[in-house]
């Protein structure tokens, strides 16, 4: 498993997360978002909507009639009802059940860093963990570690 630690800085998830999720879907992925608040979900629902204007990220809400044709499905749990090996953890916060994904993208803040770095420590003796840190700098996702 891959777990990718995302470092948005001051840019809320909602401006930083389409990003990612234009390139998962243009490289044949499906992803599964992740946020536990509602608010959140409604806000990257939001986004994913108008952040490129001439393109379409095609996306859902799960518990719809068709969550398992949508190549971005937004979520409160990790079930992904998409088929998603791809998951985004949006609000910072790490679930065990993410272990069942190939690759994991966890998203914080300035104010998530304690959090993510507990998160980062609990796989120190994982081999079959690999980990990566990206930090948002003008713009554009730097690999860190």
């Known amino acids: 498993m891959r777990v990718g630690f995302y470092l948005c800085g001051t840019q809320p998830v909602e401006r930083v997360l389409p ?6 879907t243009n490289g044949g992925q499906r992803l599964l978002v992740v946020a536990g608040d509602e608010a959140l979900r409604d806000t990257l629902d939001k986004a994913l909507w108008e952040a490129f204007p001439a393109e379409f990220l095609a996306h859902g809400q799960a518990g719809g009639a068709h969550d398992a044709r949508q190549p971005i499905l937004l979520s409160a749990s990790c079930e992904a009802a998409n088929g998603a090996m791809l998951l985004a953890l949006a609000d910072g916060q790490w679930r065990e059940e993410a272990e069942g994904f190939e690759r994991v993208l966890l998203f914080f803040d300035d104010d998530g860093r304690a959090a993510a ?5 609990q796989f120190d003796n994982r081999e079959d963990v690999e980990r990566e840190f990206y930090e948002l ?7 860190r570690a």
């Open 19 to 24: 990003l990612i999720a234009r390139a998962a």
């Open 117 to 121: 770095r507990t998160t980062w420590k």
């Open 137 to 143: 700098d003008g713009g554009k996702w730097v690999k």
